[in-house]
DNA sequence: TTATAATTGGGAATGATTTCACAATCAGGA
DNA sequence: TCCTGATTGTGAAATCATTCCCAATTATAA
């Protein structure tokens, strides 16, 4: 899958993954084909954005007709990159870290957990889900082993920055952040911070001052 | 605290919660004062874009000078209606469920969570960190007994509407939704979503067409 | 007391995204 | 085969968000 055009807006790229998300819903609900109309209701959003938004990467409808669901949703996840495997790591055996380690959907989707680190000596050698927790030291010479191209932090924010330089100096490519922090990494290193205060702050907001007026 | 505008663009409400977290640590590493140049570049920011976005709710810099770390803190969590105690429900007592329910940070930061619920009879009665699993049917009881404001939904794609209905049911202002699945509510009930795999669909995105070119 | 250096707040200009509106296209039936 | 109704894809317009720029303001030091 190639683009179309050279600069995709950031939000572009969140909607995408609405559209599969609500898309494979409908899958499993049996419905074959959709119209930009009823699949933009579903997700919330305008017609022409959905259009606009696939315009990107191609022409996947059919005039007259709509988009076909499964098609579609395969164009989707290969404009997106996820029509492959993953591998991930994850530094930061806490509450957060262990649930992430059992929740099976993450190999479902393709990103496959396939380290985890931590450097409390106590943690060492737990085994968790079928893998075992390693010293974080020991990162870039696992990742030199296993190929993992993601790094997942979920420490406390004051050891974030830390884990950040194991997996950049270990060479991943992409970070996805669960702590409170920012962490600064070398530019050519994507990072994605998770961070449910911040959605329930905007809940707080909306909620006290009203945006469903 | 009252906004001094009329209509506060989403992303601002973001931003706001970032610089709260970076101004946090800040105040850990204890710096008083911080004007908004050097602030920018830790929220990875643009410096106008930080007085532009504070500007909607008041003046709380200093000419010259900068602005005062601690009271700004306090000026964007009460501009952000969190400067107060926010009681929640969560419904789902999956393996997401239960790391939340043991989250201390909740409590913590205000979002107390003084009520957990689910549909299935092995998981009703257990107690997790101080709290008795209760049947969802008893959900509105339970609410009008402790008055929480925000829901919470850990459950399955495939039950999270159900869930959202009981909660929009029992008088519910605001959900937080980490089921992959988008919900219909009543207009006036918020809605926020957090998806993992959407941030790390982006990363994929990211990494395989380089965003950092 | 006045001059200087720093930094905010906000108007204006720019840039980006979303929505509109419609020609182009397609399936299906007469 | 041609007409009708539906729906996409896309340029143009409208809206929204960001950045630039500088007058206004403040602390500090001479």
Redesign the pocket.
């Known amino acids: 899958m190639t683009q179309?055009s050279d600069?995709i807006?950031?939000?572009?790229i969140q909607?995408l993954a609405v559209y599969v998300q609500v898309l494979e819903n409908l899958l499993r609900e049996g419905t074959e084909v959709?119209?930009?109309?009823p699949?933009a209701k579903a997700c919330n959003?305008?017609?022409?954005?959905i259009?606009?938004?696939?315009?990107y990467f191609?022409?996947?409808?059919?005039?007259?007709?709509?988009?076909y669901v499964k098609s579609l949703i395969d164009s989707i996840t290969s404009a997106l990159g996820v029509d492959r495997e993953w591998r991930t790591v994850l530094i930061g055996v806490g509450n957060l870290g262990r649930a992430l380690l059992n929740h099976k959907e993450f190999r479902l989707r393709g990103f496959n957990i396939v380290g985890a680190f931590d450097c409390d000596p106590f943690k060492i050698g737990e085994e968790i889900s079928g893998l075992e927790v390693v010293c974080t030291k020991r990162l870039k010479e696992k990742i030199g082993e296993n190929g993992a191209e993601i790094g997942i932090i979920t420490t406390p924010p004051e050891r974030a920055q830390r884990a950040a330089n194991h997996l950049v100096e270990a060479g991943i490519k992409g970070i996805l952040n669960f702590a409170p922090a920012r962490i600064s990494v070398p530019s050519e290193v994507n990072v994605e911070y998770v961070d449910l205060f911040h959605h329930l702050y905007a809940l707080s907001f909306n909620i006290t001052f009203g945006s469903s007026e």
């Open positions: 179309k600069h807006p950031r939000a572009t909607r959709i119209s930009s109309e699949l959003v305008n017609a022409s954005q259009r606009k938004d696939l315009a191609g022409e996947f409808g059919v005039r007259g007709v709509g988009y």
